[in-house]
């Protein structure tokens, strides 16, 4: 009886350190995590400014001209959205008639 209870005392020691391990490496996983998701956050933030500040003008003429827009249309946005590029505001340009 004595030896049976020392060998589930002992047992349960191990299963005790396996726990506290296992609890370790997750904690430290947790932490990485954290970490790289941090540094997509920062990453992603630094990706929009790019885009919304630092954009080629070309991009943005596309943007401003759409698709359907006619060639005459095209040359007028875009000079329109060069300026507004020049001023730094988002402005809507549109084709005048």
């Known amino acids: 009886m004595v030896e049976l209870r020392r060998a589930v005392e002992a047992d349960q020691r191990q299963l005790v350190q396996w726990a506290e391990e296992k609890?370790?490496?997750?904690t430290i996983a947790l932490d990485l995590v954290q970490q790289h998701r941090a540094a997509i956050e920062a990453d992603l933030g630094?990706?929009?400014?790019?885009?919304?500040?630092r954009a080629p003008a070309r991009v943005r003429r596309?943007?401003?001209?759409?698709?359907g827009a006619a060639?005459?249309?095209r040359r007028a946005i875009s000079r329109r959205a060069?300026?507004?590029?020049?001023?730094?505001?988002?402005?809507?340009?549109?084709?005048?008639?």
């Open 46 to 53: 630094a990706l929009q400014y790019e885009l919304k500040v």
């Open 71 to 73: 060639p005459g249309a």
């Open 23 to 26: 609890l370790s490496l997750a």
């Open 62 to 67: 596309r943007v401003h001209a759409g698709a």
């Open 82 to 97: 060069d300026a507004c590029l020049r001023a730094q505001t988002d402005c809507v340009a549109t084709p005048r008639r």
